[in-house]
């Protein structure tokens, strides 16, 4: 294992365990495009923001309004 794979390895390794709770078991037997998709950041201000509608349908469908 190169010293470079093995720095980013301990450094992903430790941000599982703080941010995510994993073991390093759980950690070694995610694989890259798990570990890609629980660490993207989504853009929410890509999407439209719900209108008035929307938000009082929502909110009557939960029971919150």
Known sequence: M???F???ARRLA???TRQFGWTPDQFWHCT???LAAILTIENPAS???L???ELAALMERENNG
Do not use: N, Q
Request: net charge negative; hydrophobic share 30%.
């Open 2 to 4: 190169s010293e470079r």
């Open 6 to 8: 093995a720095a980013g």
């Open 14 to 16: 430790g941000l599982a």
């Open 32 to 34: 890259p495009a798990e």
């Open 47 to 49: 999407e439209d923001p």
């Open 51 to 53: 209108s008035r509608s």
